[in-house]
T-cell receptor, first 114, second 114 residues
Framework: SQQGEEDPQALSIQEGENATMNCSYK?????LQWYRQNSGRGLVHLIL?????REKHSGRLRVTLDTSKKSSSLLITASRAADTASYFC??????????????FGKGTLLTVNP | KAGVTQTPRYLIKTRGQQVTLSCSPI?????VSWYQQTPGQGLQFLFE???????NKGNFPGRFSGRQFSNSRSEMNVSTLELGDSALYLC?????????????FGQGTRLTVV
């Protein structure tokens, strides 16, 4: 079953605008990661936020994590046409033991119009 | 540093055949995971290997198997292929399989079963 659920499923904006995507999950986690995927190709790692962190920045990306609400958000500022892609959140469950298993949401399809 | 390399990139197989996919992780990474991505089910965890041992397995039939070699390279095998096995198969590597490290993905192998 999907641990993370992204919201919205699809988002269309104009270049220069900000894009916000949300992710909710069900169980306690060690960390949460955001990935980008272009047209069914490989996943590009964007950012990892640990369960004891509340906010993290990387370039035009800002990620927040609220463990009490079991949710995270990804903000892309000043979007560009090249940001058009699907965005996924992936969680690493706290109860996962020593192994490493990511559970993905179904993703948000972001379209940035020039 | 070279990224995660998956070969081949594309495969077309006939129902009933078997297939082997290969993944070379980032140098120094010891954990390799495999995921299946389909439009209907999204990204689903297949299995994870660490130091040549399978540590976790997803909810897939026994036709899906894998292994990891002493140099951390991994292979997955699917026997008796079915049409529903058509998917993008993604491999991810992480430093030590620890819960606080990023997982980096390859470009994937797109398998089409006809």
């Amino acid at each position: 079953s999907q641990q993370g659920e992204e919201d919205p499923q699809a988002l269309s904006i104009q270049e220069g605008e900000n894009a916000t995507m949300n992710c909710s999950y069900k169980t306690s986690i060690n960390n949460l990661q955001w990935y980008r995927q272009n047209s069914g190709r490989g996943l590009v790692h964007l950012i990892l936020i640990r369960s004891n962190e509340r906010e993290k920045h990387s370039g035009r990306l800002r990620v927040t994590l609220d463990t009490s609400k079991k949710s995270s958000s990804l903000l892309i500022t000043a979007s560009r046409a090249a940001d058009t892609a699907s965005y996924f959140c992936a969680t690493d469950a706290l109860s996962g033991g020593s192994n490493y298993k990511l559970t993905f949401g179904k993703g948000t399809l972001l379209t940035v119009n020039p | 540093k070279a990224g995660v390399t998956q070969t081949p990139r594309y495969l077309i197989k006939t129902r009933g055949q078997q297939v082997t996919l290969s993944c070379s992780p980032i140098s120094g990474h010891r954990s390799v995971s495999w995921y299946q991505q389909t439009p209907g089910q999204g990204l689903q965890f297949l299995f994870e290997y660490f130091s040549e041992t399978q540590r976790n397995k997803g909810n897939f039939p026994g036709r899906f198997s894998g292994r990891q070699f002493s140099n951390s390279r991994s292979e997955m095998n699917v026997s008796t292929l079915e049409l529903g096995d058509s998917a993008l198969y993604l491999c991810a590597s992480s430093l030590a399989g620890g819960r606080r490290t990023e997982a980096f993905f390859g470009q994937g192998t797109r398998l089409t079963v006809v």
